[in-house]
C-alpha cells in the first residue's frame, strides 16, 4: 500500500511538472506570436517566460496550488464540521441530504 501512494505522489509531482511546463510553454508562444507583431518588442525565451508566469502570479495573489483553495473552506465551514461531529452516521446522512435537497430547491427556483 505504502509503495503504491509513493507512486501516486511521485506522479503527482511529475504531472505538476509537465503542466507547468507545458502553461509556461503556451505563455512563451502566445507572447512571441502576438506581441513582437503589435508592439515591435522581442522575442522571449522559455526563462523569460517562467518569470512572467511568476509574476503574474504575484501580481494576482494565486499562490497556494491545490491546498490553498480549499485551506480557506475550514474556517468558513467550520460550524458543519463542529455540528456533524456529534452525530452518529445515520444522523449525518440525513442532514448531508436536506443540504443537498435545499441546494437544488434553490438551484430550481434560480432556473425558472
Not at 94 to 111: T, V
Request: with cysteine.
Amino acid at each position: 500500500m505504502k509503495k503504491k501512494n509513493c507512486f501516486r505522489i511521485t506522479l503527482h509531482v511529475i504531472g505538476g511538472i509537465v503542466i507547468m511546463a507545458l502553461f509556461v510553454a503556451a505563455i512563451m508562444g502566445l507572447w512571441n506570436l502576438l506581441i513582437p507583431a503589435i508592439t515591435g518588442w522581442s522575442c522571449i525565451n522559455y526563462w523569460q517566460a517562467l518569470g512572467l508566469a511568476v509574476l503574474f502570479r504575484l501580481l494576482t495573489g494565486h499562490f497556494g496550488g491545490h491546498f490553498g483553495r480549499h485551506f480557506g473552506h475550514r474556517g468558513r465551514h467550520r460550524h458543519l464540521h463542529e455540528r456533524m461531529h456529534g452525530m452518529s452516521r445515520e444522523e449525518r446522512k440525513e442532514f448531508i441530504m436536506k443540504r443537498l435537497n435545499r441546494f437544488s430547491d434553490e438551484q430550481a427556483n434560480y432556473e425558472e
